[in-house]
């Protein structure tokens, strides 16, 4: 589709669509950046572009027909849901909707990995992103997506040489139409959002798109251990992407697996010992299966074994995932902030070797909290709740004979609540096991809130 002149809809004005916005208007649209948000003033989303804007029209408040009606293309941002009112009119006169995942694909150049899945998105891209830097250079290598910048921020800068590494969520993958990575990575799949997908059944149906544009001249990598992937990979369609698996729990005739204490990749002939777990920075199981995907996404380019196990030796983790802040009076305090889930956040329980005091609790995605409860197996010494499903999940442990349940207004509360609870030898884990809305703007601030806490009371 040719933008060059035409007038596009950009629904959402936060940081997603403000670089859809500044993409379109590069590339020579006419875009309407528009919010429904009726307390947003046009100045502060102006406030997005360092030239104010310039070309970007702002349009806040109930969507008019005339807006509609007038535009040749709507871009809708990700945390926008895809069946509400206003999405379902513009549908219904006939414009087309793109999201900025589509947007961003047609307008860069150059080859993609695309990683999606419950949970490990970041990690996994964190690393594909460093290992296709020591291959094929910093400056031909974007990271892009949830994990950071924007996919429309690195678009106009991409060459035909570049590879653009993107993690993709499932409200992304909504919207696609012709996006198309040459590799695809879906780490797992469990319940997840489902207040915006409603069924598990639609929630797969839309993380399994990633690989709708691919050929039999791509890759998708699956993890082996997940059901529903083994599943999707063993059911593939003729004309689809090669399939390779990982697996932390068995030897894999083809793919790359962990076995007394060692990643090894086999290509089906010939067997290579890629990395020692003893010499990984990142701790747990989950983890050995993130680096699985991000190695098999190296090889699948054709990295050198020895490079991959260089950038292996080295990568220290991400932020928010299972993090080390400090060690205050023989209490270690880590920062799962990440782990908005129960699956995710179980991983992080499973990683801890103390006896362990956890914070959880946050915004209501109508997850259930019994597997994470049951997987406290005396690891988890006391459950210190705060936010809006506080109470949910406090029920939940009492259900599950888990008593040492503590309820806090605020996190500050939540916060003195733990170190009072901790002894020397203890660890204490922000892994809340929901998302952050309501209390912070994401996960990455709460995160940072934590850490400071953690670093004053270390002062």
């Given at each position: ?161 570049s590879m653009c590494v993107a ?80 697996s932390s729990a068995r030897v ?208």
């Amino acid at each position: 589709m040719e933008l060059k002149g035409k007038k596009v809809l950009v629904f959402g004005a936060g940081r997603s669509g403000a670089g859809a916005s500044k993409l379109l208007r590069d590339c020579g649209a006419m875009p309407v950046l528009y919010d429904g948000n009726e307390s947003l003033s046009e100045s502060d989303i102006r406030k997005q572009f360092p030239d104010g804007g310039q070309g970007i029209g702002i349009e806040i408040g109930p969507l008019a027909d005339e807006l509609i009606n007038s535009s040749d293309l709507c871009v809708i941002s990700p945390g926008v849901p895809t069946d509400i009112e206003p999405v379902e009119r513009i549908r219904r006169a006939g414009v087309r909707i793109w999201g900025e995942v589509e947007l961003a694909y047609r307008m860069s150049r150059g080859s993609v990995a695309a990683v999606t899945g419950t949970n490990g998105k970041t990690t996994t891209v964190t690393l594909i992103g460093e290992l296709m830097k020591r291959y094929l250079g910093e400056n031909r290598v974007f990271v892009v997506g949830n994990i950071g910048a924007p996919y429309t921020k690195a678009a106009g800068r991409t060459a035909d040489d570049s590879m653009c590494v993107a993690e993709i969520s499932s409200f992304q993958l909504e919207t696609v139409e012709e996006f198309h990575p040459h590799v695809s990575v879906i780490t797992n799949i469990t319940p997840d959002h489902l207040n915006r997908h409603h069924t598990m059944e639609e929630y797969i149906r839309v993380k399994e798109r990633i690989a709708e544009n691919q050929n039999k001249d791509d890759v998708i990598i699956l993890n082996y251990e997940d059901e529903v992937l083994r599943q999707f990979g063993q059911t593939m369609r003729e004309d689809g992407p090669d399939v390779w698996w990982f697996s932390s729990a068995r030897v894999l005739e083809k793919g790359m697996y962990y076995e007394d204490g060692v990643l090894k990749y086999s290509d089906g002939s010939v067997v290579i010992d890629v990395i020692h777990t003893d010499e990984l920075k990142i701790l747990g199981k989950h983890n050995y299966e993130n680096v699985c995907a991000a190695a098999l996404c190296a090889l699948a380019v054709h990295m050198p074994v020895e490079q991959i196990r260089q950038v292996l030796r080295s990568f220290a983790g991400v932020e928010h995932r299972i993090e080390f802040v400090a060690e205050i009076d023989g209490v270690a305090y880590y920062n799962d902030s990440k782990g908005t889930n129960p699956d995710a956040a179980i991983k992080a329980v499973e990683a801890m070797r103390r006896p362990t005091v956890l914070i959880g609790g946050g915004y209501d995605k109508d997850s259930s909290y019994d597997t994470w409860i049951e997987s406290f197996d005396g690891k988890v010494k006391a459950l210190v709740l705060v936010g809006a499903t506080k109470e949910k999940i406090a029920a939940c442990a009492r259900e599950h004979g888990f008593s040492e349940v503590y309820l806090c207004g605020t996190f500050e509360e939540c916060f003195d609540k733990c170190v009072s609870l901790a002894a020397e030898g203890d660890a204490v884990l922000l892994s809340p096991a929901c998302a952050s809305w309501g209390m912070f703007r994401d996960y990455e601030e709460r995160g940072r809130v934590f850490k400071e806490l953690v670093l004053n009371r270390k002062k």
